[in-house]
Nanobody, 125 residues
Framework: QVQLVESGGGSVQVGGSLRLSCAAS????????MGWFRQAPGKEREFVSA????????YYADSVKGRFTISRDNAKNTVYLQMNNLRPEDTAVYYC??????????????????WGQGTQVTVSS
């Protein structure tokens, strides 16, 4: 059974930083690209970032490029999202996700097979 467990969410002020973690189990971690999505109230789930199994290739939404950094530790089956210079518009529930097979940079949530329960990030001014 695949489990993705996020942690690290919380409340910060504008310009602050948070690091999200996602611990994965029940899957061949290095064979899965990992992604982060977010969903604000009343909005659709949107792509934030993704990283291939090797960790070499990374992908970012334009809205977070230069502020967020995705990384993974394959020895710990964990993926991270370092979020710097946070803005109020970054407020959302952040979800960790995994996709098996070859990952070509899709930003469509439907292309990700597994999901965590989400962690709340709130940025206040």
């Amino acid at each position: 059974q695949v489990q993705l467990v996020e942690s690290g969410g919380g409340s910060v002020q504008v310009g602050g930083s948070l690091r999200l973690s996602c611990a994965a189990s029940g899957l061949s971690f290095t064979s899965n690209a990992m992604g982060w999505f977010r969903q604000a109230p009343g909005k659709e789930r949107e792509f934030v970032s993704a990283i291939r199994g090797s960790g070499i290739s990374t992908y970012y939404a334009d809205s977070v490029k230069g502020r967020f950094t995705i990384s993974r530790d394959n020895a710990k089956n964990t993926v991270y999202l370092q979020m710097n210079n946070l803005r109020p518009e970054d407020t959302a529930v952040y979800y960790c996700s995994a996709t098996s097979g070859y990952y070509a940079g899709s930003r469509n949530p439907k292309d990700f097979n597994y999901w965590g329960q989400g962690t709340q990030v709130t940025v206040s001014s």
